[in-house]
């Protein structure tokens, strides 16, 4: 059984996504982050930075991984899942995953809180982190003219990076003229792991409901 400590965001998502396609039983635990649990002492003894998400292996002595890339490659490797085994194949998930992380979830990332959340219009931030975006999204379109999915098969790459760029409604990205970003969306999105991922744990109002009720579930 694996301890799931998480929220509804897209890092969150990630690992939901990659348990419910791995079909490994967990204990998910909500941490509202509006009401900054993520700072407490408690989650702090699980992740030193304050972030979700954090798994915890019971099978494997209470292992604590946390960041999410972290969390798909130990998952991928417990498995042999999701992974290729040979050293190219691993190599190219690799790439792919580290292009999420180092790049999509940055940019997007900042693009959501100047097109969203920041107290005061700063265009020239908004422009430069959208456009960004934007670019990097042109990145996956030409790797997806050539290849199904980002390392060949899919893969923990995929997983990250979907649940990052299927947003991009919400930080207001273009994806016009985009149309092999556009169908690899599309066909992840059809992934019955990727659809009930994406709705644990619920939307913040239902979330705060179940954790009031005392229920943490347990998929699987």
Same mark, same amino acid.
């Given at each position: 059984?694996?301890?799931?400590?998480?929220?509804?965001?897209?890092?969150?998502?990630?690992?939901?996504?990659?348990?419910?396609?791995?079909?490994?039983?967990?204990?998910?635990?909500?941490?509202?982050?509006?009401?900054?649990?993520?700072?407490?002492?408690?989650?702090?003894?699980?992740?030193?930075?304050?972030?979700?998400?954090?798994?915890?292996?019971?099978?494997?002595?209470?292992?604590?991984?946390?960041?999410? +890339?972290?969390?798909? @490659?130990?998952?991928?490797? &417990?498995?042999?899942?999701?992974? =290729?085994?040979?050293?190219? /194949?691993? %190599?190219?998930?690799?790439?792919?995953?580290?292009?999420?992380?180092?790049?999509?979830?940055?940019?997007?990332?900042?693009?959501?809180?100047?097109?969203?959340?920041?107290?005061?219009?700063?265009?020239?931030?908004?422009?430069?982190?959208?456009?960004?975006?934007?670019?990097?999204?042109?990145?996956?379109?030409?790797?997806?003219?050539?290849?199904?999915?980002?390392?060949?098969?899919?893969?923990?790459?995929?997983?990250?990076?979907?649940?990052?760029?299927?947003?991009?409604?919400?930080?207001?990205?273009?994806?016009? +003229?985009?149309?092999? @970003?556009?169908?690899?969306? &599309?066909?992840?999105?059809?992934? =019955?792991?990727?659809?009930? /991922?994406? %709705?644990?744990?619920?939307?913040?109002?239902?979330?705060?409901?179940?954790?009031?009720?005392?229920?943490?579930?347990?998929?699987?």
């Amino acid at each position: 059984m694996i301890d799931l400590y998480t929220s509804a965001t897209p890092n969150g998502w990630k690992v939901t996504i990659a348990l419910e396609e791995l079909e490994l039983p967990y204990k998910l635990h909500t941490v509202n982050l509006s009401a900054g649990e993520q700072h407490s002492k408690e989650f702090l003894t699980l992740n030193l930075n304050g972030r979700i998400p954090v798994i915890v292996d019971r099978e494997k002595d209470n292992f604590t991984v946390f960041e999410s +890339g972290a969390i798909l @490659l130990y998952l991928a490797e &417990k498995t042999g899942k999701l992974m =290729p085994k040979d050293v190219k /194949g691993r %190599s190219l998930v690799m790439q792919w995953l580290m292009f999420q992380m180092g790049g999509i979830g940055p940019m997007q990332g900042q693009a959501v809180v100047f097109e969203r959340y920041f107290p005061e219009d700063v265009p020239q931030a908004r422009t430069r982190y959208k456009n960004e975006t934007r670019r990097l999204y042109e990145v996956l379109d030409s790797r997806l003219g050539q290849v199904e999915f980002l390392a060949g098969e899919y893969s923990i790459a995929d997983i990250a990076t979907w649940a990052w760029v299927h947003t991009y409604r919400w930080p207001r990205i273009p994806v016009d +003229g985009l149309e092999n @970003l556009r169908r690899w969306i &599309k066909v992840i999105s059809e992934r =019955p792991s990727c659809q009930r /991922g994406i %709705s644990i744990p619920p939307p913040a109002g239902r979330a705060d409901e179940q954790k009031a009720r005392g229920s943490s579930i347990v998929t699987r």
